[in-house]
């Protein structure tokens, strides 16, 4: 995502490296290459064009602070051009209504229906809600039955009506079913086109004009470039919708569409789809991507995940374990589990800054955890709590039994040990430090 857009940005901020103070001529120089590097990315001309002349005035209006150099002052000052381009404040996804609506639009082939099954999710998991899910897409049978298997995985009801080509009575039906059954979301999934056609559009505004929904939806596939901009706009002048979704940022996009829907559409991007599994999506944040485009990482959203995942009561559990020295392989599957849960493994890699570039040509394998697991998985209840009995026989039985050999069946339990060993000397020396500190604090003295 964004890596052809920031090789090129960091190649422009060169032009100003070494530079003793910013001139009129190498600020036009870098804002001609970073114009370039817009365009490339398939930007909007225009918006690209009042980007570079947004950063140009400023960077011309500043006096440079002798601790900061004319490079660093542009990359700060193209930073918070980034992020205002993409809408500034975080966009509120704002449900009042009970049951709330929200209504999805977009053309066939988007993504739409899936990013349905992730919004129940999301909303199902993170916020305690209990969505149901509306198939109202009537034209293509297929349409129904994936929404009922995307359902089927995240347990979440799907009401459809096979022979009812209505959408209107459906969603009627849909509502009074989730007031009936205590559902406090509806997410109406509609029919997707191959291209936006009068029928179509005709269908939908009445169905919005219909349930009225908390929040309508443009789901937009972000490798489309500056078409899905444009069928954006045609949606919107129909539709009016609330804010947009953009899926597939994971796969090989230039990053025009995130760039320039915000300017050319004036509605938000509130949601992003980062790849395909159905936890595989963000809240849309400008000031995160804005760090991601200029390769600085996105430490907070990564951490986020890792809270949603890890529970502190098992944290602490795990700690008390460590100082006893009595981590094993069962704590270690689990850890494996969280992990995977977090989501693409180049994807998180790549929010720790300065690790994406580097990262960039190695093929991270999300089944890199496979073998590990076999070889635990193969291992008696007793052999995972008690790893020291592992001796050259049973790690045989194990290479046998996890179709693995036994060179890896060793390189595993040695990393573990090793793991093993590192994690209680950190956990120590911790607990050591915080003594220590303890050690030099003045208690109070009860009797006075």
Known sequence: MFENLSDRLERSFKILKGE??????????????IRRALLDADV?????????????EKALGMNVLT?????????????????????GEDAPFVLKSHPAVVLMSGLQ??????????????????????????????????????????????????YAELDNKNVNAIADHAIQQAKTDGNDVVI?????????????????????????????????????????????????????????????????????????????VS???????????????????????ADRILGMGDVVSLVERAQEQFDEDEARKLQKKI???????????????????????????????????????????DNAFKGVEAIIRSMTPTERTHPEILDSSRRRRIAGGSGTDIQQVNRLIKQFDQTRKMM????????????SKMKGMKMPNVAE
Do not use: W
């Not at 509605?267 to 995160?288: C, N």
């Not at 392989?329 to 180049?346: A, E, P």
């Not at 209680?424 to 003594?435: C, E, L, P, Q, R």
């Open 109 to 158: 082939g988007s993504g739409k229906t899936t990013f349905s099954g992730k919004l129940a999710q999301y909303l199902k998991t993170k916020q305690g809600k209990k969505p149901l899910l509306v198939a109202c897409d009537v034209y293509r049978p297929a349409a129904i039955d994936q929404l009922k298997v995307v359902g089927g995985q995240i347990e979440v009801p799907v």
């Open 267 to 289: 509605k938000p991007i509130k949601f992003i789809g980062t790849g395909e599994k159905l936890e595989a999506m963000d809240v849309f944040h400008p000031s995160r991507m």
């Open 44 to 56: 909007n001309y225009r918006v690209a064009k009042d980007f570079t002349n947004h950063v140009k």
């Open 323 to 365: 100082q006893k020295n009595q981590f094993d392989f069962n704590d270690f599957l689990k850890q494996i589990g969280q992990i995977k849960k977090m989501g693409n493994l180049k994807d998180l890699a790549s929010m720790i800054p300065g690790v994406g570039k580097a990262i960039r040509d190695v093929d991270i394998d």
């Open 188 to 264: 109406i999934d509609t029919a997707g086109r191959l291209a936006v056609d009068e029928q179509m559009m005709q269908e939908i505004s009445s169905l919005k004009d219909h349930v009225r929904p908390d929040e309508t939806l443009f789901v937009v596939d972000a490798m489309t470039g500056q078409d899905a901009v444009n069928t954006a706009k045609e949606f919107n002048d129909r539709l009016n919708f609330d804010g947009v979704v953009l899926t597939k940022l994971d796969g090989d996009t230039r990053g025009g569409a995130a760039l320039s829907i915000r300017t050319v």
């Open 424 to 435: 209680k000397m950190v956990t120590g020396a911790n607990m050591a430090g915080m003594a």
């Open 20 to 33: 003793g103070k910013i001139t009129e001529i190498n600020v036009a120089e870098t804002m001609k290459d």
């Open 67 to 87: 601790a900061v150099k004319p490079g660093q002052l542009m990359v700060k000052l193209v930073h918070d051009e980034l992020v205002t381009l993409m809408g």
